[in-house]
């Protein structure tokens, strides 16, 4: 009963999280006709300037706010300098004229902060669990998300359909030339759509140890252990005798979205005072050269695709002879004990409590850097039947049939 809860507030929560991005998009294309490839394009300066303002103001709440106006100026100068001049045009020269801008605002954001990602601490009263019902804990972030999603969903509908400023856009997109020849502007009525739906590109989430914020083992208080500092990490290399530009090798793999992840490594390392080199193979090359008998490289840039049990996970990475605790690190005692808890209860509050020593202890003793999540979405028709997700990312099609 209680996964069941969580899965449909996740289920939920994720949704709508597409719902704060994909309702700008619509804005403009539903209202306006207007194709905008370059909306992901403003997402991902909405995200940057909330990375930065939240730096400059050291408050979540005002960098959120200020990233919002911020987008929305970009959206209404955008609209200004180059996007209105396009609205009479073809659907096919208004995706060309947007891919460019893509490419454009890719450049900018790799010019102004580089090609590393910026990190975005929650403020703590965001890390608290909060309980849904009884024995249900559900992360105040993701909370936050349902709530300002829903909020922006009802500000949209009651603003386009029953003020008379939504009255008027809907009346532009359907007869501009009509309604400007009433008397109103049309141009910067357009504008203010456009901006607004820029705006809402800029509403949107990060990554800490391994389990997801949405599990019910996610321990805040482990997420606070490793702030962002690139200074401190100088410091502590100093203190324990690196030099600055210490060299270190990592294996990784060739394919394109691994090399990708390398290059951001690379840079935010490098803030660090660490000058890593990828030695780059096939998965199976790589893997037998960290995990296998020759043990080379001082990690691995890898992917974990989780398991049913958070129990199995722990036990698979961070016992003593396990296969993937590639350099049979010395293993706590405490945490092999507290592994062994994890799975000799059914009681979850039990379970919760051993797995927070658990998780402690892996980030503690650095067994492993955890670095981000990736949520997969799979559409299918709805004549498909029998589909179901598998945690190891192998689905199985045995069981999948076409509804006639």
Do not use: C
Request: no cysteine.
């Amino acid at each position: 009963m209680y996964l069941v809860v969580e899965q449909l507030l996740n289920g939920l929560q994720f949704g709508l999280l597409l719902f704060l991005l994909a309702a700008g998009l619509t804005l403009v294309f539903g209202i306006m006709d207007f194709v905008n490839l370059a909306h992901g394009s403003l997402y991902m300066m909405g995200a940057y300037f909330a990375a930065t303002f939240v730096a400059w103001t050291g408050s979540f709440v005002l960098g959120a706010l200020l990233a919002l106006g911020a987008t929305l100026l970009l959206g209404v100068a955008l609209e200004y300098v180059a996007l209105r001049h396009l609205y009479g045009r073809d659907h096919l020269d208004q995706v060309l004229a947007t891919f460019g801008l893509i490419l454009f605002f890719n450049d900018a954001v790799r010019l102004i902060w580089g090609p590393a990602g910026l990190a975005l601490p929650l403020p703590a009263w965001l890390t608290v669990p909060v309980q849904i019902v009884p024995g249900v804990y559900y992360p105040a972030y993701r909370l936050m998300i349902i709530v300002v999603a829903l909020a922006v969903a009802a500000l949209l509908y009651l603003v386009v359909m029953r003020t008379r400023v939504g009255m008027l856009i809907r009346a532009g997109a359907s007869n501009r030339e009509m309604i400007g020849a009433l008397g109103i502007n049309i141009k910067l009525l357009f504008t203010l759509v456009f901006g607004l739906g820029a705006a809402l590109a800029g509403l949107a989430e990060p990554a800490y140890m391994n389990l997801p914020k949405s599990h019910w083992a996610y321990d805040a208080e482990v997420a606070k252990l490793y702030p962002y500092d690139p200074d401190k990490a100088r410091k502590l290399l100093a203190e324990a005798g690196f030099k600055e530009g210490t060299a270190i090798e990592i294996g990784g793999y060739t394919d394109q979205d691994s090399v990708q992840r390398e290059e951001i490594l690379i840079e935010q390392l490098r803030k660090a005072g660490i000058n890593v080199k990828f030695v780059n193979g096939t998965v199976a090359e790589a893997s037998a050269a960290f995990f296998g008998a020759e043990k080379k490289g001082a990690g691995l840039l890898s992917a974990w695709t989780g398991r049913p049990d958070p129990s199995l996970t722990y036990s698979l990475m961070f016992t003593k002879d396990a296969y993937y605790n590639a350099g049979r690190a010395p293993v706590p005692p405490e945490l092999e004990a507290a592994i062994k808890e994890s799975r000799a209860s059914e009681d979850i509050e039990v379970r919760r409590k051993a797995f927070s020593t658990v998780q402690r202890l892996v980030m503690e003793n650095a067994l492993v850097v955890p670095l981000a999540f990736q949520f997969e979405l799979v559409a299918m028709n709805k004549k498909v039947q029998g589909y179901r997700p598998n945690l190891l990312g192998k689905p199985k099609y045995d069981d999948v049939w076409l509804e006639s």
